[in-house]
């Protein structure tokens, strides 16, 4: 089975601290994603990455940034945490063999910016 | 652009009964589209996808999901809701894109459904 896990199921933060949440898969998948997730709103893509190094935007990545330096890692950087950036952060990985391609998530990262 | 419509926000149905949660979709092309269940504090599983073929499709947990083309809807379906089914349902859309990385995911705002005794 495919294991996604994401390094804090909770984390509480200060306006303007830098956070990171930080994503590893184990199945040797290629694409990683990470997303955002509020009621009333579905999930909302953030960064995605097919490769190391390389990284496209989503929809909604004003705010954020990313890295990926190895291929079962996927970190996502809020360099200046904001009360609007409270939520839930999904991270999300994939074979990368085309569309076809089921994402898999991990539990979730509940984040609480005061 | 795609998108995606789950237009209940709930749903209820009585344990034993069918259960049936909406998805409509707007894609230019052919889409790829699947189901996830979200349960309370957890991530998003997946239940099944249609990539082509065959429009019913079976997924995990007994669900079930028929792409119809020309109403662009895919709703998610069972013949008998359990209460253990009470949970968050997700639809989303792709579209494959050739060039970069262009498989992105557009989900639906998730419908909630809730199966009582």
């Known amino acids: 089975d495919v294991k996604v896990t994401q390094s804090s199921r909770y984390l509480v933060k200060r306006t303007g601290e830098k956070v990171f949440l930080e994503c590893v898969q184990d199945m040797d998948h290629e694409n990683m994603f990470w997303y955002r997730q509020d009621p009333g709103l579905g999930l909302r893509l953030i960064y995605f990455s097919y490769d190391v190094k390389m990284k496209e935007k989503g929809d909604i990545p004003e705010g954020y940034s990313v890295s990926r330096e190895k291929k079962e890692r996927f970190s996502l950087i809020l360099e200046s945490a904001s009360t609007n950036q409270t939520s839930m952060y999904l991270c999300?990985?994939?074979?990368?063999?085309?569309?076809?391609?089921?994402?898999?998530f991990g539990p979730g990262t509940r984040l609480t910016v005061l | 652009a795609q998108s995606v419509a789950q237009p209940e926000d709930q749903v209820n149905v009585a344990e034993g009964n069918p259960l049936t949660v909406k998805c409509t979709y707007s894609?230019?092309?052919?889409?790829?589209l699947f189901w996830y269940v979200q349960y309370p504090n957890r991530g998003l599983q997946f239940l099944l996808k249609?990539?082509?073929?065959?429009?019913l499709v079976k997924g995990s947990y007994g669900f079930e999901a028929e792409f119809n083309k020309s109403q662009t809807s895919f709703h998610l379906k069972k013949p008998s809701a359990l209460v253990s089914d009470s949970a968050l349902y997700f639809c989303a859309v792709r579209l494959y894109i050739l060039t970069g990385g262009g498989n992105k995911l557009t989900f639906g705002t998730g419908t909630q459904l809730k199966v009582e005794l």
């Open positions: 999300a990985s994939s074979l990368g063999t085309g569309g076809t391609d089921t994402q898999y």
């Open positions: 894609v230019s092309g052919n889409p790829y």
């Open positions: 249609y990539i082509t073929g065959d429009n």
